[in-house]
T-cell receptor, first 110, second 115 residues
Framework: GIQVEQSPPDLILQEGANSTLRCNFS?????LQWFHQNPWGQLINLFY???GTKQNGRLSATTVATERYSLLYISSSQTTDSGVYFC????????????FGAGTTVTVRA | NAGVMQNPRHLVRRRGQEARLRCSPM?????VYWYRQLPEEGLKFMVY????????ESGMPKERFSAEFPKEGPSILRIQQVVRGDSAAYFC?????????????FGPGTRLTVT
């Protein structure tokens, strides 16, 4: 099956700092999504971004499908950004079965 | 437009009991997916259903687990004779599956604890 690798595994930030999270995937995809799992365990949809660039407030994401990676940018981080960020992709031949990366755990300190 | 709803949010069962997890997809969505998040194992696909049909259950354990999505009402994930290893967060997602997007919308999850 498709492999999804996220880096770094852990990230500690001071409030106000910027950061970049990376997701590499091993095959062509129809779907790439970024999620934030908050400290209460809820999965929050951040971006649906199989290609191109999107922005939503302080968050933005870019996917370069031809090179099989995606980046999630967090700017001016806040303590509420803490949690685990997951990248998930489908397989080209199985376009409903999302495979998740192991996640990046982000801790933002006041 | 209400999001994907799951209930209960927290469920405690003793070993050997049955657990029923419910998922109501977003309005207009006819495709439902279940995922499980086990400690130390990450999020894994379990099953994909359309109304009255199981499309792919390749991620479901072969025994004790079943899923349905009836013509009327929510999708149900049923776990019979629960064991401690079933303790996990179970997430449901839905999608419209139209030609323009493959995006899946996730619910808040049900946290199952087996004592």
């Amino acid at each position: 099956g498709i492999q999804v690798e996220q880096s770094p595994p852990d990230l500690i930030l001071q409030e106000g700092a910027n950061s970049t999270l990376r997701c590499n995937f091993s095959d062509s995809v129809n779907n790439l999504q970024w999620f934030h799992q908050n400290p209460w365990g809820q999965l929050i949809n951040l971006f649906y971004i199989p290609s191109g660039t999107k922005q939503n407030g302080r968050l933005s994401a870019t996917t370069v499908a031809t090179e099989r990676y995606s980046l999630l940018y967090i700017s001016s981080s806040q303590t509420t950004d803490s949690g685990v960020y997951f990248c998930a992709v489908d397989e080209w031949s199985s376009d409903y079965k999302l495979s998740f990366g192991a996640g990046t755990t982000v801790t933002v300190r006041a | 437009n209400a999001g994907v709803m799951q209930n209960p949010r927290h469920l405690v069962r003793r070993r050997g009991q049955e657990a029923r997890l419910r998922c109501s997809p977003m309005k207009g969505h006819s495709h439902v997916y279940w995922y499980r998040q086990l400690p130390e194992e990450g999020l894994k696909f379990m099953v994909y259903l359309q109304k009255e049909n199981i499309i792919d259950e390749s991620g479901m354990p072969k025994e004790r687990f079943s899923a349905e999505f009836p013509k009327e009402g929510p999708s149900i994930l049923r776990i019979q004779q629960v064991v401690r290893g079933d303790s996990a967060a179970y997430f449901c997602a839905s999608s419209p599956r139209d030609s323009d997007t493959y995006e899946q919308y996730f619910g808040p999850g049900t946290r199952l604890t087996v004592t």
